[in-house]
């Protein structure tokens, strides 16, 4: 028997019988959808993280106060000295910084803010002018922090999109003023949108002159961390070195085991991300793997009560001269047919979940061709594997057995 009538063949029988067909194909739909959908997922909050970190800026370093176990320094346990704004201009004024190209000295801090009676909870972040070329901040509408504002300790606010539309609303924002800590501000600028969401979202954020920060608002004269930009990326290393050394100095501190201070690049922030967001989906796609194996099992069922009432139409193709290759063929096939076209369901289905649930929570939408290549190629490999048994089982009968089976 050609192999191309054991297919028409095979798939007239699957045919025969709409209901069980579409049953045994189920889990394996439930599988390839869940394992595609559940991939994209992952991958979309890998884009939208990695979106969101290089937007923060290009060329970034971030020393923050406290040890690091990675980076320039490893896992000191210094005296923890407190990062200073006088550390961040002897950054930017040494000599032996040659690699940096411009340093942001910032405080940030969380504190419920109200206005046009409302109130939200976001983080507050005290700045200087450069801060926006640093971290490729642009204003939609008004002005940035200037440096005439951080000379003054002026009470002016920039204020992102998300902390606007939940302050105001439909109302225009600009001009209006906002109460923080108690005080009065009037905004005069809200940034563009950068996207995200969640509790670091770079849109749910006020900026304020560094001094009114400090001074002001919340009584400080540490920063919460200095961002510097290297010249460019390959001097990334270099410019890390060159901070590095500059803090040692200024704390007094001999060993770079004992710094008590922090450097990261953004390829740093941006792999540990990685590494999350795959860890997490390598974890979730191994759950819905789980289901694949369940739908295996449903088709081998389902063979193997197809090869019991199809006995006697086995020993009759036996008595008439069928082979034992065309027996387990054709089984075979039949396995291996209701696993592909499940397969290829499933990936309709697992795209259109992804499609739907990417736009649902503001991700942006991605597909990984290749984990649609290996979740048909799974699913044509469940066929076989779980196909085998019942086709060497109906093609190991007996003949004379076969028809006398009732």
């Known amino acids: 028997m050609e192999y191309t009538e054991i297919i028409e063949e095979a798939g007239i029988t699957l045919t025969l019988n709409k209901l069980r067909t579409g049953l045994a194909m189920l889990g394996i739909i439930i599988g390839i959808g869940s394992v595609i959908a559940l991939v994209s997922l992952g991958q979309s909050s890998q884009a939208s993280v990695s979106n969101q970190i290089e937007s923060l800026g290009a060329n970034l370093l971030t020393v923050s106060p406290g040890s690091q176990r990675g980076g320039f320094v490893q896992g000191g346990f210094g005296s923890a000295t407190t990062l200073t704004l006088a550390d961040a201009e002897a950054i930017a004024s040494s000599p032996t910084a040659t690699d940096i190209a411009n340093v942001s000295p910032e405080y940030s801090k969380r504190a419920q803010v109200t206005a046009n009676g409302k109130n939200t909870n976001t983080s507050i972040t005290g700045v200087r002018a450069i801060y926006s070329t640093i971290h490729k901040v642009s204003v939609a509408e008004g002005v940035f922090i200037t440096a005439s504002d951080d000379a003054r ?17 439909t109302t225009d924002a600009l001009g209006q003023s906002i109460r923080i800590q108690g005080q009065s501000f009037k905004v005069v600028g809200i940034t563009v949108s950068k996207g995200g969401t969640g509790f670091g979202n770079a849109d749910d954020v006020i900026y304020v002159p560094l001094s009114t920060a400090q001074k002001t608002l919340f009584g400080s004269t540490s920063l919460s961390s200095i961002a510097v930009e290297a010249k460019s990326a390959t001097v990334m290393t270099a410019a890390e070195d060159e901070i590095g050394y500059v803090l040692l100095d200024r704390h007094k501190i001999s060993s770079p085991s004992q710094a008590d201070f922090s450097i990261f690049s953004q390829n740093d922030i941006l792999s540990t991300a990685s590494s999350v967001t795959g860890t997490f989906t390598a974890l979730l796609s191994g759950i819905a793997a789980i289901s694949l194996i369940v739908g295996g099992i449903g088709i081998m069922n389902i063979m193997l009560v197809t090869v019991t009432e199809r006995t006697r139409e086995i020993g009759l193709r036996k008595a008439l001269g069928a082979k034992k290759k065309n027996i387990i063929a054709q089984f075979l096939i039949e396995s291996i047919i209701l696993t592909f076209v499940g397969g290829v369901i499933g990936m309709g ?37 779980f196909g085998w048994y019942p086709a060497q089982k109906a093609a190991n009968l007996q003949p004379i057995e076969a028809l006398r089976y009732e």
């Open 349 to 385: 289905i697992g795209i259109f979940a992804s499609f739907i649930i990417s736009k649902v929570i503001s991700l942006p939408f991605t597909i990984s061709i290749g984990s649609i290549g290996l979740a048909i190629g799974v699913s044509g490999a469940i066929g076989i594997l």
């Open 153 to 169: 300790q002026a009470k002016v606010a920039v204020i992102g999109p998300t902390t606007a539309n939940n302050l105001f609303a």
